[in-house]
Each structure stands twice: as structure tokens, then as C-alpha cells.
């Protein structure tokens, strides 16, 4: 593009001290590519859509942490194949150390855990806004970045867990008015593929595998699926009948195929009986084709659906028991959600529930000559100590410009501060709904 950065220095590598840049050309004032900035009116949403998830995890008893944005690229090399692994943000630092922005928050929670190792008291209910990064090529035009909310539990190994996670999902969504009409979640478990691929004795080690292709079914041709199944030694019989079960949309269904002494229909009858309890049966379905496309799922797991079909999927997560132990930590059952700040503000716009928010000021005080700017920040200083937003004038402005900008910061109240009057120890107050003005002591402001 035209704002293209001239590079004049030596070439630079992903561990070479920053290049030189021609200073006389002005610099690319976009950000970089797949990332936003948040100006005012985006940054009053994002705040928004946070406070609502700030608000509904604290109502959950949950605690909020947060952890580097860049992390060990060790945290997120697994071997399943995943896109979140061949998207990774990840480069050598200065130091020569392998590291990655953080493609999703579980790994950093997981990491923290083991961390604090026996210094926490079981159950650990947190949750996190963090930034996520993604290097995707450009080519799709998607987003190199996004905001995501998670809520974990780690040291609950009852559904029960899941359940109230799920709870605190829909609580979420009936606060910014979205229903059962709007969005749904579709459940399934990780044990029914399991107890599938353990009836045709597919190895132990390509579940992880097996995961991350089922959850290719319908973004790549099922002719891929199936070779794909092949090269994780799956035989055609076994691959068929996987399939055909991941198709099934009815818990009844599915015990005819596995039986009901297996762990996969336990554990969903008794999410499905919670569900009942909490009153958001209506919420769920089971789906068997769910399976998410993280690899260290192990039981139940869940996406947030939008009914109209229009959209990807706004949130989603599940049981990971073993995440733990595969960093070295002891095993904990450990079971989360992410939830992401994209997919939500287009079902949002589609459903025309975005809200209204704008600047609002109650206060804009101005002085009306200039040997009065002094008094002005008085006034300003004592309407703050109140507690009260002010928004001073801050040059020697004519009022119709005055008036203009308090339009635009919707003030509630002018403030004047006028030679006659301060003699007098007063000031002018209009309110500028009504018009109305009053001469009003200092000491009476409130
Ligand atoms: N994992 C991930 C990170 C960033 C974006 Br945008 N999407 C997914």
C-alpha cells in the first residue's frame, strides 16, 4: 500500500535487533493486518459486552485472572493436528527462546495451576478476558485476533461442573437479551468416540487425532474425512460406523447403538437431567457430531449455536481431565468455555440488540473569560470531589462552540463561570435539557 513501510536497515530475522525505517515517509496509521484498534464507540462495546461477562462470572462465584499474552511455544505444540497449531503466532525472541502469542487461554490456565500446585484449595473457579492470536494467511481475510471470555473449573470431576458452566453461558446470553429462540447449545461427549474407536481397537494414541478430523466434518469433503480416518488406522467398517453414530441427534438413539453401561450416556443423562433442574432444558440438544476442535478434550462438550444457522459458532467448550498431566502436572479434572467477541456482536447486530452507548458527561464547565480559567478548574475540582464527571473547557472557546460540544458529550448541565457572578461567589448553571439557569452558590454545587 502506499503507506508501505520503506525498510532501509539490514534485513531483519525474527531475533536481529529492530531495522531502520525511513522516518521522511509517513508511517502505515493502520494497524497491522487482521488486528483492530478500538476507537471510542467500538472500545464503550467491547466494554459493554466485558462488564456483562465480568458481571455474570462474579455472579458464578468465579475469580478473575489473567496471564502473558505471550507464552512458551511448548504450551501449544500438540500433536493432533490442530488449526490452532498451524496458525500459531509463534517466533524465536531476542533471547533465542521459542515463544507464541497465546492462541487460547486454557494452556496458560493450566500452567498457572500446576504452578500454584498445592498452594490453591480445590475447586478453582476462574475466568479471564484475554486477547488470542492467530497467524492465518491473509488470504481468508479473517482476523489475526479477538477477545475471548473463559470460565473454568479444575477439581470437579462430576457433570455437574459442566452444568454450571453451561448455566452461566445462558445467564450471559438473557442479560444482552438474547432466548432459547436466538441461540442453543448443542452437547455431546468425547467418550462416545471414544467407546467407538475402542469397539474397533484404534489405538489409545489417535484419539486426540481422530477428534481433530470428526470436527473437519462439514468445513472439508467427506471423501477427506474418510482418507483422513484411514491414515489414523481406522479400518472401513469402523470409520462407517463412527460415522453413522456421529449423526445421531437422539440420546434414546444412542444408547441402542453403545448400550447405557457406558460413561459417554451416564454422563450426558445426568447433564441433561441438571439441565432439567436449572430450568434450561430448552437450551440443549444432543448433537453426537459435536466434538470441538481442541485435541485435549476428553468428556463432555458443548458449542453455543445461533438457530437461524447463519453464523459459526459463538462459543464453545468441554471436559479436558488430562490437560494437566500432559504439562507434567498431576492429573486434575479440569472443564471450561471459551467464548469469543466476534461471532456474539454479529448475532447481536443481525438480532437488532446492540445497545446504545453513548459518551455521557454530566458536567461541562467553562469559564467566560479567559482571566477566570483559574476559577473554571475550581469549579471543575469541586463538582469531582462530589463524584461528578466534568468535562473542563480547556481554551478560550466561543459558546456556540461550547454549546456544540456539550451536544456532542451529552452534558447534563453547563456550567458558567462569569466575572459578575464569581464576584459574588457564584456561578451559572444551565441544565441544558430543559434550558433552565440558575445562579448558584460555589459552596451549594451538587
Ligand atoms: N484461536 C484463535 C485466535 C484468534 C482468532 Br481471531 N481466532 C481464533
Sequence with gaps: ?????????????????????????????NPPKGTRDFPP???????WL????????????????????????????????????????CFEDRGNRRVALRPELTP????????????????????????????ERMTRGRRREHYQWNMDIIGVPDVTAEAELISSIITFFKRIGLTASDVGFKVSSRKVLQEVLRCYSVPENMFGRVCIIIDKIGKIPMDDIRKDLQSAD????????????????????????????????????QLF?????????????????????????????????????????????GRYDRLLSTFGGDDLPACGFGFGDAVIVELLKERGLLPELNLQVENIVCSLDPE???????VATILREKGQSVDLVLENKPLKWVFKRAARINARRLILVGKAEWQKGMVNVKTLSTGGQLETKLDELD
Design 50 to 89: 466485558f462488564h456483562n461477562f465480568r458481571e455474570v462470572s462474579q455472579q458464578f462465584g468465579f475469580e478473575e485472572v489473567d496471564f502473558p499474552v505471550l507464552e512458551s511455544e511448548a504450551l501449544y505444540v500438540r500433536k493432533a493436528g490442530e488449526e490452532i497449531r498451524d496458525q500459531l503466532y
Design 1 to 29: 500500500s502506499a503507506n508501505q513501510n520503506v525498510r532501509t536497515g539490514r534485513s531483519g530475522s525474527a531475533t536481529s535487533a529492530p531495522v531502520e525505517y525511513d522516518t521522511a515517509q509517513r508511517i502505515d496509521v
Design 372 to 378: 477566570l480559567q483559574g476559577a473554571a478548574s475550581t
Design 273 to 317: 437431567s441438571l439441565a432439567e433442574k436449572y430450568g434450561y432444558s430448552e437450551w440443549l440438544q444432543f448433537d453426537a457430531s459435536i466434538v470441538r476442535g481442541l485435541a485435549y478434550y476428553t468428556g463432555i462438550v458443548f458449542e453455543g449455536f445461533d438457530r437461524e444457522g447463519k453464523l459459526r459458532a459463538i462459543c464453545g467448550g
Design 234 to 269: 481406522m479400518s472401513e467398517v469402523a470409520i462407517e460406523e463412527l460415522l453413522q453414530i456421529l449423526s445421531l441427534k437422539s440420546l434414546a438413539k444412542l444408547e441402542e447403538k453403545l448400550g447405557a453401561s457406558g460413561e459417554a450416556l451416564s454422563d450426558l443423562k
Design 41 to 47: 464507540e467500538d472500545m464503550r462495546l467491547r466494554n
Design 108 to 135: 496458560s490456565l493450566a500452567r498457572l495451576v500446576i504452578q500454584k500446585g498445592k498452594s490453591v484449595s480445590l475447586p478453582l473457579k476462574w475466568f479471564a478476558i484475554g486477547q488470542c492470536w492467530r497467524y
